[in-house]
């Protein structure tokens, strides 16, 4: 079974431009997460959602974030503009609504560095 | 709102050796707690959960943690270390059981570093 896929792994743009992140996770898997992990931290949720629909985006920024799951499968987060303040480690992750509310398991991709000069 | 302190950020050990990783969290009525693991330039996998049931729980690669409700502790340990055991520890916390445990929260993660 292939795991949560994510690009690109790694980004590298100047302050001010625009980024976009790509996430495919496990087939079948209603819940989709995107996780901000800064050098040194641990992951924090940016936004959830089920299917299609954001039930919890409250972490994310805004003004310069945005996020949409098409279809209730893949998912893009966006950052436009990007500022130095934004680099860090984007993950992306998903869960089976049914069989994980009884693991509790979250499946991770690798992740998409950010750096921003 | 839920927290989790891990207090050591980096935790050195040589191989062989035991090791313990402190997990704190803040109390709540009812909670489940989780250890994930990280390992370099890779995402985050599902070491041990504990939901319910007895305070020992055992995961994978030979770990183990206990839930201590009195002390708000979920400390992992492993009796014997290997090389392969460098990596980046998170414990997680979620005082909700709504639809998978959506709302969880993670320490700032422990380095653990084991050396020949």
């Known amino acids: 079974e292939a795991g949560v896929v994510q690009s690109p792994r790694y980004k590298i743009i100047e302050k001010k431009q625009p980024v976009a992140f790509w996430c495919n996770p496990i087939?079948?898997?209603?819940?989709l997460y995107w996780y901000l992990q800064n050098l040194g931290q641990g992951p924090e949720l940016l936004i959830r959602?089920?299917?299609?629909?954001?039930?919890?985006d409250s972490q994310l920024p805004k003004d310069r974030f945005s996020a949409e799951r098409l279809k209730g499968v893949d998912s893009t987060l966006k950052i436009q503009p990007a500022e130095l303040g934004d680099s860090a480690v984007y993950l992306c992750?998903?869960?089976?609504?049914?069989?994980?509310?009884?693991?509790?398991?979250?499946?991770f991709g690798e992740g998409s560095r950010l750096t921003v000069l | 709102a839920q927290s989790v302190t891990q207090l050591d950020s980096q935790v050195p050990v040589f191989e062989e050796a035991p090791v313990e990783l402190r997990c704190n969290y803040s109390?709540?009525?009812?909670?489940?707690l989780f250890w994930y693991v990280q390992y370099p330039n890779q995402g985050l996998q599902l070491l041990l959960k504990?939901?319910?049931?007895?305070?020992l729980v055992k995961g994978i690669n030979g770990f183990e943690a206990e839930f201590n409700k009195s002390q708000t502790s979920f400390h992992l340990r492993k009796p014997s270390v290997h090389i392969s055991d460098t990596a980046e520890y998170f414990c997680?916390?979620?005082?909700?059981?709504?639809?998978?445990?959506?709302?969880?929260?993670f320490g700032t993660g422990t380095r653990l570093l084991v050396s020949p």
């Open positions: 992750a998903s869960s089976d609504k049914l069989g994980d509310a009884n693991t509790g398991e979250l499946f």
């Open positions: 087939s079948g898997h209603n819940t």
């Open positions: 959602y089920e299917n299609e629909e954001a039930v919890d």
């Open positions: 109390s709540s009525v009812s909670v489940y």
């Open positions: 504990y939901l319910s049931g007895s305070t």
């Open positions: 997680a916390v979620s005082d909700t059981w709504d639809t998978g445990f959506q709302k969880l929260v």
